[in-house]
């Protein structure tokens, strides 16, 4: 009888997936049960160069659950695998962690549902870095004053979604203080398409895209003569594994899903 927390990656040969691979392997009360990659059935994790870990590796999210019946998913691959990942787990059992971004509305509300009837624990992470946490609940304590606000996210140029999942959730959570605006001229009109980048309630978002970058985002808020600026870097991928640790620890003692690492970290 074991107390450890049996953990199964997806994506581990991914920027964070070998991060998650790491952390899991080194953290006292958790175990790497397995991995879901999409090659490399049936070898072993060490089979693959840059690994030690003798986790099994799957091709199929099924055959992964059913076989080896972890306790947690992490998933770190891409919005349509993480989803069906997530679904699949949620039926067989195991709680998500999700850090994967770019999951539609539809989506996150199909997941909720899965969660509740199971009364299985989900998390859904847009950003496992506290700092990152902080830049938004600032933003949204900052809206509470500054009606007029825009969000520039920047990222490596491998990103697939835009904007960000850590943009997005910085505009809903600035969504719930402030009154709806149409920010900008009245009769402003884009000569270059796109030029004042995406409209989530009249809150502008602005997504860049450049190698040399990690994860980076901005939250400028204009006033009568002042500007205040919210402003988060992740230089490297270490940043976010506190918050998987944190969320591999909480989702055990969920029976719902929860959107946002700031509502666990109360
Ligand atoms: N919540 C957070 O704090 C953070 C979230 N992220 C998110 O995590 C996700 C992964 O990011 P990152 O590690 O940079 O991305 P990478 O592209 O480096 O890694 C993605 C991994 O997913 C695998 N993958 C792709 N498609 C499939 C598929 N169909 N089935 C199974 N595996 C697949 C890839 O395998 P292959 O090599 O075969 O393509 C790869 O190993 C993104 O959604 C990103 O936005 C990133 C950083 C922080
Ligand atoms: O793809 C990334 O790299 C990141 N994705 C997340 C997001 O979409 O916000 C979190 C972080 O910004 C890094």
């Known amino acids: 009888m074991t107390n450890e927390i049996s953990v199964v990656i997806a994506g581990p040969r991914g920027k964070m997936g070998r991060e998650a691979v790491k952390l899991v392997e080194q953290t006292e009360g ?43 998913l992490v998933d770190l691959t891409t919005p349509e695998t993480g989803y069906l ?5 949620l039926l067989n059992g195991v709680r998500p962690v999700i850090g994967t971004t770019g999951f539609t509305q539809t989506e996150l509300e199909e997941l ?14 847009p950003n496992f870095a506290i700092g990152a946490i902080l830049m938004m609940k600032f933003s949204q304590m900052a809206a509470k004053y500054f009606e007029d ?11 697939l979604d835009a904007p960000s999942g850590t943009g997005l959730k910085t505009a809903e959570m600035i969504k719930e203080q402030r009154a709806s605006k ?11 398409t796109g030029s004042r ?3 989530i309630d009249g809150i502008r978002i602005h997504s ?25 870097d992740s230089h490297d991928r270490g940043s976010f594994m506190s918050g998987v640790k944190l969320c591999i620890h909480s989702v055990m003692n969920l029976q719902e899903l929860v959107y946002g690492v700031e509502n666990i970290i109360d």
Request: glycine share 8%.
């Open 30 to 72: 958790m175990k790497l049960s397995a991995v879901i990659d999409r090659q490399y059935n049936h070898n072993q994790l060490s089979d693959l160069e840059g690994f030690n870990s003798d986790a099994v590796i799957y091709t199929s999210p099924e055959e992964c659950f059913t076989t080896v019946k972890p306790d947690v």
């Open 85 to 89: 990942h997530a679904k699949t787990a």
């Open 197 to 199: 980048g995406g409209d």
């Open 112 to 125: 909720k549902e899965l969660s509740k009837e199971n009364q299985l624990g989900t998390i859904i992470a």
């Open 182 to 192: 149409q920010q900008g001229h009245p009769d402003e009109k884009e000569t270059v």
């Open 149 to 159: 606000v825009e969000i520039i996210e920047m990222h490596h140029d491998q990103k």
């Open 208 to 232: 860049v895209r450049l190698p040399g970058l990690v994860a980076h985002q901005q939250v400028m808020f204009g006033g009568e003569g002042q500007l205040l600026t919210i402003k988060h």
